[in-house]
């Protein structure tokens, strides 16, 4: 794909269904006892091979046009594939599902690409292990394809030593399982979509600071699931406003989960001018459209416990503040570096490519804004977010700018370019 400098954007837009989600509602209406339906389902890769690896393991699920539906069979109801379970790109479905692959009645290998077999899943294993489970890596490097033979389990208190909603939740799904009440402790919270879909679908989950608690279930029920816009993707869409003088976009009905809004907040520390519209909180999850308007942008520190609300948005962040005056630091931030690529090097690389001033740092890196980009050839290595982070910063640049592997948009945002490119009419 290849992308020059861009007139003011226009208009509205909504955008698909939050990813980590709509992997959940299929895995928890799986092991549902009952019907659950799902609409506003994203139709990305990554939650398409959550579905499939649970039709191998004999669950009914029907996916017509963005609305999907599971023939739950209970927690005991899921059956051992025939074939190896193939998880694609997705790291939450390789973690969250090997939390309940741990406790069942059958053995199974999960791999997934070449992305994935590079992933660390030390961080599911030992916490699983220490439960009882019996999981290893089958090239003993402490990444996929992993072998999990199920076992009986026991709770534990575990102190994770990043703040991992991944892992958080493979514990947790791991504790739906367990004998006595299994707990998970992080240096700051992460974000909680298990939390609130477990106690929707009748699990009992109470969360006290950044210690989130679960009891063995005897059943949960099928639910109807609505699943609103994912505020990852938004990112590059209130990116693109703020970046893009003269532009004006409001992106509707976007899951503004207080563990996920971190992109809202910084921004708004940077000056930006978002206003949030029929803000609604009913569903459990809430949601807002966003407006969002150009403008001027000056540099701050990001760091602590705003990290984990917005590691994703990161490499769009690190982008905007090229534009902005004076100096971002992103710090505490090492996590960017076992994500789809390390996403630190990449987006230091790619950025510097384009002119800016851009220094790398053990835990983020360090932008001195209000330089002049300029277009270039972006390796995406393959990672959705570099490549819909540099599909924005395209349009702000002068000359041409070209992103190779642009395909990889297909795991989270199928119709990104498609959605860019009817605001610029």
Known sequence: MKFTKSSPLKGEI????????????????????????????????DCLSTISCFQKMGIQIENHNGTVIVQGKGLRGLKKPETILDCGNSGTTTRLIS??????????????????????????????????ANIRSLKDNGCAPLSITGKKLHSIHYASPVASAQVKSCILLA?????????????????????????????????????????????????????????????????????????????????????????????????????????????????????VKSGSLHGITIGGAIIPTLIDELPMIAAMAC???GETVIKDA?????????????????????GADVVETEDGMIIRGGKPLHG???????DHRIAMT????GLCAEGETEILGAECVNVSYPEFYEDLKKLSL
Do not use: W
Not at 17 to 45: N, P, W, Y
Not at 111 to 130: A, F, H
């Open 175 to 291: 504790g739906l399982y367990s004998e006595g009440e299994t707990k998970v402790t992080e240096p700051y919270v992460s974000r909680n979509h298990s939390e609130i879909m477990l106690k929707y679908f009748g699990a009992n989950v109470k969360t006290e600071g950044t210690t989130a608690c679960i009891t063995p279930a005897q059943e949960l029920y099928g639910n109807r699931v609505v699943v609103p816009g994912d505020i990852s993707s938004a990112a590059f869409f209130i990116a693109a406003g703020l970046m893009i003088p003269g532009s004006e976009i409001l992106i509707k009905n976007v899951g503004i989960n207080p563990t996920r809004d971190g992109i809202i907040h910084v921004c708004r520390d940077m000056g930006a001018d978002i206003t949030l519209l029929e803000v609604n909180a009913d569903s459990g999850e809430p949601t807002a459209d966003i407006l």
């Open 334 to 354: 090492a996590e960017l570096k076992v994500k789809e690529s390390n996403r630190i090097d990449i987006m230091v690389r790619n950025l510097s490519a384009m």
């Open 14 to 45: 909504t955008i698909p269904g939050d990813k980590s989600i709509s992997h959940r509602s299929v895995m928890f209406g799986a092991i549902a006892k009952g019907t659950t339906e799902i609409s506003h389902f994203l139709q990305g890769a």
């Open 376 to 382: 270039s050839v972006i390796d995406s290595k393959l």
């Open 390 to 393: 540099f599909a924005v910063t």
């Open 99 to 132: 939390g309940l692959l741990a406790a069942q009645d059958f053995d199974v290998t999960l791999t997934g690409d070449e992305s994935i077999q590079k992933r660390p899943m030390k961080r599911i294993m030992e916490p699983l292990s220490m439960m009882g």
């Open 323 to 325: 534009l902005a005056e």
